[in-house]
């Protein structure tokens, strides 16, 4: 079975720095994009960084470009993300995604269990 599992979140100061991890497993890993996605309360999920299987290409949204850097490991099979400059805005439940694509099928969504971070002095 797939699963994606997440830990590092945490509470930190602003300006603090944090990285998450995503354990992922049942599946093959270095062949999908794997994404970072964050949900605050009253908020919509919104999409935070993605990454080719290979690594080789990267995204970020706005609000965290310079700040965020995703980077996996295709032998362990981890997909990471460090956040650095944390601003309270950044306050949010950080979840890891990715979509499994195949031919003549529906795609299906795989979601870890979330990990919540949040900026406070």
């Known amino acids: 079975q797939v699963q994606l599992v997440e830990s590092g979140g945490g509470l930190v100061h602003p300006g603090g720095s944090l990285r998450l991890s995503c354990a992922a497993s049942?599946?093959?890993?270095?062949?999908?994009?794997m994404n970072w996605y964050r949900q605050a309360p009253g908020k919509e999920r919104e999409l935070v960084a993605t990454i080719t299987s290979n690594g080789g290409r990267t995204s970020y949204a706005d609000s965290v470009k310079g700040r965020f850097t995703i980077s996996r490991d295709n032998v362990k099979n981890m997909v990471y993300l460090q956040m650095n400059s944390l601003k309270p805005e950044d306050t949010a439940v950080y979840y890891c995604?990715?979509?499994?694509?195949?031919?003549?099928?529906?795609?299906?969504?795989?979601w870890g269990q979330g990990t919540q971070v949040t900026v406070s002095s």
């Open positions: 049942g599946f093959t890993f270095s062949t999908y994009a």
């Open positions: 995604y990715t979509k499994r694509i195949r031919v003549g099928e529906r795609p299906y969504d795989y």
